[in-house]
C-alpha cells in the first residue's frame, strides 16, 4: 500500500504504484503514472501526459509535466516520460514537449539540483548531474554521465557529449564534446574531464587516447575536416575514439573550442 498524506489532491484517474509516499499538499493530475517506490516530499505537482518509472524522489515545489513554455504549442497530446531512481530536488521544473505525440524524455540514475530547469523535447540520458540553477532549453540531448554546472545554461537543440563537465555559470551555445571540460561565456573546451574519466572506468589506454585527441582536435588549430583526418590516422580504434568522431560527424551547431 502507498502512503498519501490526506492533504494531497490525487485524481482518481491517476495511476499510483505500490510503496508510493505522497507528502502533504502534492498535486497529481489525471494522467499521470507513478509506478512504485516512489517518494514525493510535499507541495510536489505532477500533471499532464506524464509516465515515472520507479524509485525516484520529488522534493517540495518540484513541478513536472506542465504545457511547455514554447510559444509554437497548439494544444494536443504531449508527454513527460521519466525513468528510475532520479532524484529532482527544491524548485525543479520539468515541461512536456511541445508538439502532438512528441515527449521530453529523461533517463534513470540522474540527480537533478534545485532550481534546474529542463525543457521540453529535451533527452536527458542516465547518471547526469545538473547543479543548482543549471538551465537546459528546448530540444537539448544530454548523453550519459554529463555534469552541468550551476547556474550555466544551455541553447536550444545543443548536445552535451558523453562524461562532459560543464563549469559553473557557462553559456554554452554549440555542441560540447563527449569527454571533455568546458567553461566560460563564452564557453571554451579547455582539458579533457580527466576526474570524470577515472570515476567512470574509462581505461588507461582510452585516457590517453582522449588526451590525444583533445590536442589534435582542440589545440592544432585544424579545420575540423582535418582534425577528424588527424584522429582517424593517429589513434587507435577505441569505442571512446569511434564515440567522439561519430558525435563531431553529427553535429548540426558546431562543436564548442
Partial sequence: MSEIHPSA?????????????????????????????????????????????????????????????DLK???????????????????????????????????????????CHIAHNVELGNHVIMSNNGTLAGHVIVEDYAIVGGLSAVHQFCRLGKMSIIGGCSKIVSDVAPYMMVDGNPARTRMPNKVGLERNGISEDGRAAISRLHRLFFRKGLAVSSAIEAIRAELPD??????????VENSSRGITR
Wanted: a neutral charge; glycine letters at 14%; hydrophobic letters at 35%.
Fill in 9 to 69: 489532491i490525487i485524481h482518481p484517474l491517476a495511476s499510483i504504484g505500490d510503496d508510493c509516499s505522497i507528502g502533504p499538499y502534492c498535486v497529481i493530475g489525471k494522467n499521470v503514472t507513478l509506478k512504485k517506490g516512489n517518494k514525493l516530499h510535499s507541495h510536489v505537482v505532477i500533471d499532464g501526459h506524464t509516465e515515472i518509472g520507479a524509485g525516484n524522489e520529488f522534493f517540495p515545489f518540484s513541478a513536472v509535466g506542465l504545457k511547455t513554455q
Fill in 73 to 115: 504549442w497548439r494544444g494536443g497530446i504531449t508527454w513527460t516520460r521519466i525513468g528510475d531512481r532520479n532524484t529532482f530536488r527544491e524548485n525543479v521544473t520539468v515541461h512536456s514537449g511541445t508538439g502532438e505525440g512528441e515527449s521530453t524524455l529523461i533517463g534513470s540514475d540522474n540527480y537533478i539540483l534545485a532550481y
Fill in 238 to 247: 577505441l569505442p571512446e575514439v569511434q564515440h567522439f568522431l561519430k558525435f
